[in-house]
């Protein structure tokens, strides 16, 4: 699946959070009927990947057990592939709920622990062959915002990022389904994710095809005080997926579907335009 989406742009992959306690949409769509009709909606703006999620994974946020994680997800993952049949990530650090979902039909693992969180996440992600989106993340949800500190935030994420995939290639997965994601808010400060954003492509030259997730995310406040309620921070959310997607991230994950691929579309015209203009 490590390809763009139509007409060489990043593919979109759509948030459909089954939580209560989400950062952006908690409690909206925690039921299986309504988060199937979001997913589905999602894919009518033109989501090219749905991901699920039955963990917030916000700062502060407390965890949740395993089986209480499947019975959210597992309904909607099987809900959603009775009628659709597009690629399907499950977002979770726990390899039971990975089999479980993937065994309803989910296609991707997106685990913000990047395949960390347990003893044996390695080997499930090995044995289920899917597409696996390992993510940095400094501490752990409850704690990750207290204190983030680098000294070149850019070289050790990404640094880690590699170590953390050659150790899952040497584990079994296959190198070809492993993508990357810098975590943008997981433990870092607002000029850290700036800072990744800027140099993204020092994680994409690194051969691995990069995830890139900022929809809604608190840095956009920090450039826009105003923007204090996530669902005011379209433009924001707008402004760091193009130029992520300009730096060759080839997912980008987003809430705000439509306008995303809106906005990618025109980025790619404007860019083939100026490709096919000759100088007079």
């Given at each position: 699946?490590?390809?763009?989406?139509s007409?060489?742009?990043?593919?979109?992959?759509?948030?459909?959070?089954?939580?209560?306690d989400?950062?952006?949409?908690?409690?909206?769509?925690?039921?299986?009927?309504?988060?199937?009709?979001?997913?589905?909606?999602?894919?009518?703006?033109?989501?090219?990947?749905?991901?699920?999620?039955?963990?917030?994974?916000?700062?502060?946020?407390?965890?949740?057990?395993?089986?209480?994680?499947?019975?959210?997800?597992?309904?909607?993952?099987?809900?959603?592939?009775?009628?659709?049949?597009?690629?399907?990530?499950?977002?979770?650090?726990?390899p039971?709920?990975?089999?479980?979902?993937?065994?309803?039909?989910?296609?991707?693992?997106?685990?913000?622990?990047?395949?960390?969180?347990?003893?044996?996440?390695?080997?499930?992600?090995?044995?289920?062959?899917?597409?696996?989106?390992?993510?940095?993340?400094?501490?752990?949800?409850r704690?990750?915002?207290?204190?983030?500190?680098?000294?070149?935030?850019?070289?050790?994420?990404?640094?880690?990022?590699?170590?953390?995939?050659?150790?899952?290639?040497?584990?079994?997965?296959?190198?070809?389904?492993?993508?990357?994601?810098?975590?943008?808010?997981?433990?870092?400060?607002?000029?850290?994710?700036?800072?990744?954003?800027?140099?993204?492509?020092?994680?994409?030259?690194?051969?691995?095809?990069?995830?890139?997730?900022?929809?809604?995310?608190?840095t956009?406040?920090?450039?826009?005080?105003?923007?204090?309620?996530?669902?005011?921070?379209?433009?924001?959310?707008?402004?760091?997926?193009?130029?992520?997607?300009?730096?060759?991230?080839?997912?980008?994950?987003?809430?705000?579907?439509?306008?995303?691929v809106?906005?990618?579309?025109?980025?790619?015209?404007?860019?083939?335009?100026?490709?096919?203009?000759?100088?007079?």
């Open positions: 699946m490590n390809t763009p989406g007409a060489g742009r990043p593919r979109v992959m759509g948030i459909v959070n089954v939580t209560p989400s950062f952006s949409d908690g409690g909206r769509h925690a039921g299986v009927a309504a988060a199937v009709a979001h997913g589905l909606w999602l894919v009518e703006q033109g989501a090219d990947i749905l991901d699920i999620g039955g963990e917030s994974t916000r700062p502060g946020a407390e965890p949740v057990d395993a089986d209480a994680e499947i019975a959210r997800v597992v309904p909607v993952i099987e809900g959603l592939r009775a009628v659709w049949d597009g690629p399907i990530s499950i977002d979770t650090m726990k039971a709920v990975a089999r479980a979902a993937v065994a309803a039909g989910a296609t991707m693992w997106n685990d913000v622990a990047a395949l960390g969180f347990a003893p044996d996440s390695l080997t499930t992600a090995t044995e289920l062959g899917c597409d696996v989106v390992l993510m940095h993340m400094q501490g752990e949800p704690t990750m915002q207290a204190d983030p500190h680098y000294e070149d935030v850019v070289a050790e994420v990404t640094g880690w990022l590699v170590a953390r995939a050659e150790a899952a290639v040497a584990a079994g997965v296959n190198r070809e389904r492993i993508w990357l994601d810098p975590g943008l808010g997981f433990g870092k400060t607002a000029a850290h994710n700036l800072a990744l954003t800027a140099h993204l492509d020092r994680l994409v030259v690194t051969g691995f095809p990069v995830l890139y997730g900022a929809s809604r995310k608190r956009i406040q920090s450039v826009d005080p105003t923007a204090t309620d996530p669902l005011d921070r379209l433009g924001g959310s707008l402004a760091l997926g193009l130029e992520a997607a300009r730096r060759g991230a080839a997912i980008i994950r987003v809430h705000d579907v439509r306008e995303t809106q906005a990618l579309k025109l980025q790619a015209a404007v860019t083939g335009a100026g490709l096919s203009v000759r100088p007079v």
